[in-house]
Each structure stands twice: as C-alpha cells, then as structure tokens.
C-alpha cells in the first residue's frame, strides 16, 4: 500500500497533467477534504499507508477537479476573510480579491445607517462585516439568482448571523424606499470579450451572470453609481469592486453622478480593484 505521501505526489502529478495550475496546494485540499483531514493532520500522517476504501473517495474528487470543476464547489467551500462560506453550482466562489473589498469597507464605514450589500450572491461580504465591526448594524442583501440567495441561505444559518436579510430582486429595486450608510458591491464587470478568456473552470461552472456585464464590463456599475445618492445618507460611502482596467472609467462614472473624492484602491497585487466615494452632505 502507498504512503500518504506517496498519494500526495501522485496526485499533484496527475492535477499538473491536467493543467491545474496550484496543483499541490489544490491536491492536499482535496485529499484532505476525502479523508476529513486539515492541513496539518495530513503532514502529520504523511507516513501512514492508505487503505483500500480511502483511495476509493480520493479518486473522484481528484477526477472532478482534473475536469475543471472548481475544488470550492468539490469540498462545498471556501475560507473568505474570517468565515467559512458554503459554495456550489448558481453561487460565484468569492475571491481573495474581495476580501481587499472589505477591509476597505471596514476602514471607509463610520457606524452610522444600515449596510447594503448589491449582487450579495454567497452573502460573503456581509458575513465578513457582520464578523468584523465592532457593533454591526442591520444588514441587507441583494441578488437577482434565487439560487445564489439559496446558498446566502444556508451560509447565514451555519454562521448563526441573523441581523441580516437577503431579498431576492435586481439591485435596489428590493430596498427602493430606503437609506444607508453603506453601499457595496462586488458586481458583474467583465466583459464579454474577457470572459471567453477566462479559465474553463470559471465558464464552464460559476454563473455567468454574477461576472458578464455589458458596456465593457461597466453597465451594472452604472447602474449602482446612477442610483446611488438616493439610496445613502449623508456621507454614507458607495465601495464596488471592479477590473484592474476600469479604476478611470469608475472614478468619472462617480463623479458624473453625485458622489464626492472618489478614490482608487489595490488588491494584494497592486492592481486597482476598489473604488470609493460618498454622497454629499445635504443642505439644511
């Protein structure tokens, strides 16, 4: 019988033969997850030979994952920011991306209105805030896919947050009649073009329509930006996430429609991928 280490290295083999980029990392995910081990128990065991019935659940996982399916979906889910977030088909697999999203978040809130979360999908971002702020105040998601409100579902009730509400409906069309201190979003802003560019793991599996927008990759942000001083109080912040190459495009659509100092942030590799501004203090 192989060693534990030996079905390591077989496997990284077998992921690096079918283009998986991270296949070590994503191997011990994988065999860990088959066995019920973390990350440290498997270096502990490295020694132990495997039974028969063990390398009967590794094989499929590994399977999965050489077909392209994203290894979130295969293990169920994904750590993001402070919170484990269950994930699966209808639901985008929230990046390390976002978690810059909502460490700005944290920064740019000042404790005053409720938090609106637009195109909420896992519900990740709120769960990550209602985790983080010292007092957190009453949340609300949005999303247009049932079934992405079905896992936001599931997450809230795993994590026991219930200061939280997900409504199903497009943008703030759930929320028309209220205000908040706080907008954010992580909508679709890829283009067309780049996302036939992107892994098959991403086409073939996560919802196109919680990534594709149209107008360069710029027509939801629009919308979010169009809407946005109606629907925050004075000062309230409006933070989006967006593509490495759209931070000009963001910052002028902001201004054009009512919101002060927009600004730019980066990701963890200095790429722009947040932008930020606020509504104005009304008079009187």
């Known amino acids: 019988m192989k060693s534990l280490r030996e079905i390591l290295l077989d496997s990284e083999a077998y992921l690096r033969r079918h283009d998986i980029e991270s296949a070590r990392i994503e191997a011990e995910w994988l065999i860990g997850h088959a066995l019920g081990l ?4 498997l270096y ?3 020694d132990r030979p495997l039974a028969p019935a063990e390398l009967n ?3 499929p996982v590994l399977k999965r994952r050489a077909q392209s ?3 979130q979906y295969i293990c169920g889910a994904t750590e993001f920011y402070n919170c484990s977030i269950q994930v699966g088909p209808g639901v985008l697999v929230p990046r390390p991306e976002t978690e810059r999203l909502v460490e700005i978040a944290v920064e740019q809130y000042d404790g005053c209105g409720a938090i609106l979360d637009l195109c909420t999908g896992s519900g990740a971002i709120l769960f990550a805030l209602a985790k983080t702020l010292a007092d957190p105040p009453a949340m609300t998601g949005t999303d247009l896919s049932t079934a992405a409100l079905r896992w936001a579902g599931r997450n809230q009730e795993a994590l026991g947050l219930d200061r939280i509400e997900f409504l199903q409906g ?3 069309e759930p929320v028309h009649d209220r205000t908040f201190g706080l907008i954010i979003a992580n909508p679709p802003y890829v283009s067309p073009e780049e996302y036939e560019r992107l892994g098959e793991d991403i086409r073939n599996y ?3 329509e919680a990534l594709v927008a149209n107008d360069d990759g710029q027509a939801v942000l629009h919308r979010i930006a169009e809407s946005a001083t109606a629907h925050l109080v004075d000062d309230g912040v409006l933070i989006c996430e967006i593509g490495e190459t759209q931070s000009q495009r963001t910052i002028e659509l902001f201004a054009a429609h009512g919101l002060r100092n927009p600004q730019v942030f980066q990701d963890y590799n200095d790429r722009d991928r947040v932008v930020v501004g606020r509504a104005w203090r009304r008079a009187g």
């Open 206 to 208: 996560e919802p196109r």
């Open 44 to 46: 502990l065991q490295f």
């Open 69 to 71: 399916e994203p290894v």
């Open 57 to 59: 659940r590794i094989r």
């Open 38 to 41: 973390g990350r440290m128990d």
């Open 170 to 172: 497009d943008l703030y």
